[in-house]
């Protein structure tokens, strides 16, 4: 007999993520085989985990054609050496794609339709461009319904400019720089390199090499490096490399789990899932997306944003964070926002995004048990965010730093 269920975020790993591109460290390496090493990681960490009852594999991807393509979750499920009588399906919601994995899943152990599942994405924008292999219709811009800017990401951005002119270039500036110091003072802390699993690669020339951090980080940024680039998007614009998130090869993998299955298999969650929520907003101004989203998962968790003590905002850009944070009114530099970096200095695998938020999160919270709350959204292409809000289950009621 179906249950209602508590859902539980149990654990998460993701690949190192690398540059996109022929000089990035994943251009000999296949994407499905990037989600497959996170999930031999991740089910290697939880061995108390049995293969055979997992209900589900989600995994999402934005590129879903070539190695992407053929039921990412069915196929990856097969190739990791999960048991033939476990399915799979594949997913998209573009850069919410990992994120809406979880939702689902979420939903259908909420429900207690599944006990057990699998829920990730990947990413491999070297081999697969965000909108490569898109057709969009002509009617979008025939019909005027979408802007055709609304296609660009950085067009998008500068929109966000446009629209907020208390949001300037140099608070963006600053706002990338920090996340570069911040990404690097968390790896020199050893904060990120528990969750990552290694993966074996191969360069131009045949050599075998080993992947274990990511690639694309720049930790000596400075203000002035930032004002000098160029802004691609817009002459004399306000967007620049410096403040965007690189085009990025990865993969993640979470088990999610429900109350019954965690107490039948003695597992140790990390997190239960409070709310989620994703809301629609227009495409050509797409990065104010998780402003609706959160304001939506907050009401139907009962709580208000006074009562999130942790943020794991996905930078697809440094103005569309800001303009999230100044919705709120919460600082540029407030503590509880990105303690570790983000998108602008690790990379933004695209639909495996979601999930490196709450593999970090689940991180945070496990060092601090005064916190308990955690908020982990995200902006999606074609005018869409996601919100998904956390409890932490080190939760001990005292009340600590803010």
């Not at 399915?87 to 689902?104: E, H, K, L, N, Q």
């Not at 000596?220 to 967007?239: C, E, N, S, W, Y």
């Not at 983000?342 to 005064?370: C, K, N, T, W």
Request: hydrophobic residues 40%.
């Amino acid at each position: 007999m179906a249950e209602l269920s508590d859902v539980y975020f149990v654990d998460g790993m993701r690949t190192p993520f690398g540059r996109a591109g022929e000089k990035g460290m994943y251009w000999n390496t296949r994407s499905d085989d990037l989600a497959v090493k996170a999930t031999i990681g991740l089910m290697e960490r939880n061995p108390a985990v049995p293969t055979d009852r997992v209900d589900d594999v989600a995994i999402a991807a934005t590129s879903q054609t070539g190695e992407q393509g053929l039921t990412l979750g069915r196929s990856v499920a097969i190739l990791a050496g999960l048991p033939q009588t476990v399915p799979g399906f594949a997913i998209d919601r573009m850069c919410a794609g990992a994120m809406t994995s979880v939702a689902m899943m979420g939903a259908a152990i909420g429900s207690g339709m599944y006990d057990l599942a699998l829920a990730g994405g990947v990413e491999h924008m070297g081999h697969y461009p965000i909108g490569g292999n898109a057709d969009p219709n002509p009617r979008f811009v025939a019909e005027k319904m979408v802007d055709p800017g609304a296609l660009n990401m950085g067009v998008t951005a500068e929109r966000i400019f446009d629209r907020f002119p208390q949001l300037t270039k140099e608070r963006s500036d600053r706002f990338g720089m920090l996340s570069q110091h911040k990404a690097q003072a968390a790896y020199e802390a050893g904060r990120f390199q528990p969750d990552l699993v290694p993966v074996a690669i191969k360069d131009a020339e045949g050599s075998w090499g080993l992947a274990t951090e990511d690639e694309g980080r720049r930790p000596q940024t400075t203000m002035a490096d930032l004002a000098a680039l160029k802004t691609p998007f817009r002459p004399h614009g306000r967007v620049t490399a410096g403040t965007s998130s690189p085009l990025t090869d990865g993969a993640t993998m979470s088990i999610v789990a429900g109350g019954r299955a965690v107490k039948e298999f003695g597992l140790r969650p990390k997190m239960r899932m409070v709310s989620f929520a994703f809301a629609g907003v227009q495409p050509e101004i797409m990065g104010i997306g998780p402003i609706p989203s959160t304001e939506k998962a907050l009401a139907k968790a009962g709580l208000t944003i006074a009562d999130i003590g942790l943020f794991e905002l996905n930078e697809a850009f440094a103005v569309q964070v800001l303009s999230l944070l100044d919705h709120f009114g919460i600082a540029d530099d407030d503590p509880r926002v990105n303690q570790w970096g983000g998108a602008i200095a690790l990379g933004h695998p695209l639909a495996a995004s979601g999930v490196r938020l709450m593999i970090q999160l689940a991180a945070q919270f496990a060092e601090r048990p005064d916190v308990r709350y955690g908020l982990t959204a995200m902006c999606v292409g074609l005018g869409q965010g996601g919100s998904v809000i956390w409890e932490n289950l080190h939760y001990n009621g005292k009340k600590g730093k803010r």
